[in-house]
């Protein structure tokens, strides 16, 4: 069902929530019936996420500054429900995110450790296989992603591919006790594995 203009609101963001989401200076368009559940108790970034990509999928004018800051606001957002260990609203705020931004390193990233919060061990090889691709792509090296990219691969029983990425950090890393335990392991794991 799509809404119409009498349905909606604009809701101006305080200073301190734009720059906390680095979000541009304009306003944001609201569902009238949303708005108590997004400012209750302060602005709900997934709501507002969500209210912003309704107005975007119902209405194509519904503004390039909005489309532009959504997947910014989908990485925050994501940050945020990841430290909460909300799995579920981090997954959420990543696909919202990357509708509008398919190769997104952050979100693909987060997406990933949302996915392997969630123990779910398949999606989370397949989001950090994606965010590794799209560093590649753009000659982005992140040493953390290819660790804890290693850390899924490794669980999902890749020991072949999670000593690869572990190995070209390993050029990188200074002496890290907890690292070279994890590439010893790995390459353990990856030699009974004939990898």
């Not at 290693?150 to 690869?164: E, I, S």
Request: overall charge negative; some cysteine; aromatic content about 8%.
């Amino acid at each position: 069902m799509t809404t119409t203009a009498s349905e909606w609101t604009i809701l101006a963001l305080s200073d301190e929530t734009r720059a906390r989401a680095h979000l541009g200076d304009h306003p944001w368009p609201i569902r009238r019936a949303a708005l108590d559940d997004t400012l209750h108790p302060r602005v709900q970034l997934l709501r507002l996420l969500e209210e912003a990509d309704r107005l975007c999928a119902e209405h194509s004018d519904g503004g390039k500054d909005l489309a532009h800051d959504i997947p910014r606001l989908a990485w925050i957002t994501a940050v945020d429900a990841l430290d909460d260990h909300h799995w579920e609203g981090a997954v959420h705020a990543c696909d919202i995110g990357l509708r509008y931004s398919p190769r997104n390193i952050s979100l693909w990233s987060h997406l990933a450790l949302a996915r392997h919060g969630q123990r779910d061990t398949e999606s989370a090889v397949a989001a950090f296989t994606q965010a590794i691709l799209e560093c590649s792509r753009v000659g982005f090296f992140a040493p953390m992603l290819w660790i804890l990219g290693a850390r899924a691969f490794d669980d999902a029983g890749l020991a072949g591919t999670a000593l690869g990425l572990l190995e070209d950090v390993a050029r990188f890393v200074p002496p890290d006790e907890a690292f070279w335990e994890l590439l010893a392991d790995v390459r353990v794991r990856a030699a009974s594995q004939g990898s």
